[in-house]
């Protein structure tokens, strides 16, 4: 591609975990390369800049500190503090430029979170839904009708995959719950409000080969193209 080609393809800020960065970050750019765009990855100790992106994905990883939502802590958690603050303050600041965000795992947590929101620590002590962890696509979702996760992937039940234990408790402000898995656990949210935000509990990354899945990645880059165009 050219570079006035290149200067045109949406930048997408992609936040990841210090420790699986090496892993995570290169299959979020492929997936975001074939939607048309140009990943930057962000770690904590990273200079931020949302000015210099059309959109944002706060990818998966650690548990997000419940301190940040009145929660209790509990000594099995993994926490990454700084990520926490340097991921609420990227949400944050996409919504006040009117960024598009794509929330995956722990990003759609931290989506809900920075709303007002509150989490389950274990959500399987909470939902019947049954306990996977694994990148195959094991657990099934139904996606709720007239929401815009419905108009991205449809409303046929899909399978996906499952690595996390917290899930949405209190659906924060200007959200709503978009798909759920059979036990009734919350597997998707989005914004009814404000600029375009989707979060999902799964990770679309692994199933590059699930078009549904990469149907996600083009909604966001799609959405960027859009405000990028809309912007002065």
């Not at 000015?51 to 926490?79: M, N």
């Not at 620590?121 to 996606?143: G, K, M, N, W």
Request: proline share 6%; with cysteine; hydrophobic share 40%.
């Amino acid at each position: 591609m050219s570079p006035a080609g290149e200067t045109r393809r949406p930048r997408i800020g992609v936040t990841v975990s210090r420790r699986s960065a090496w892993r995570i970050f290169p299959l979020i750019r492929l997936n975001l390369a074939l939607a048309g765009a140009k990943a930057l990855r962000w770690i904590e100790e990273d200079e931020v800049n949302l000015g210099a992106v059309d959109g944002v994905v706060i990818g998966g990883g650690d548990d997000i500190a419940p301190t940040l939502y009145g929660g209790e802590l509990r000594a099995e958690v993994v926490l990454d503090p700084a990520r926490d603050r340097m991921e609420a303050a990227v949400i944050e600041t996409a919504r006040d430029r009117d960024l598009p965000v794509l929330g995956i795992c722990r990003g759609a947590q931290m989506l809900n979170v920075v709303q007002g929101g509150s989490l389950h620590q274990d959500a399987f002590e909470v939902f019947t839904s049954r306990r996977y962890r694994t990148i195959l696509p094991r657990r099934r979702v139904s996606v709720q009708p007239g929401t815009r996760l419905a108009e991205i992937a449809g409303t046929l039940p899909m399978k996906v995959n499952a690595l996390h234990s917290q899930a949405v408790a209190h659906v924060g402000k200007g959200l709503r719950i978009s798909a759920r898995d059979e036990g009734g656990m919350p597997q998707a949210l989005e914004s009814t409000e404000g600029p375009w935000a989707i979060g999902v509990q799964w990770h679309p990354e692994h199933l590059l080969y699930a078009r549904r899945q990469r149907r996600l990645f083009r909604a966001l880059v799609s959405a960027a193209r859009k405000g990028r165009e809309n912007r002065p």
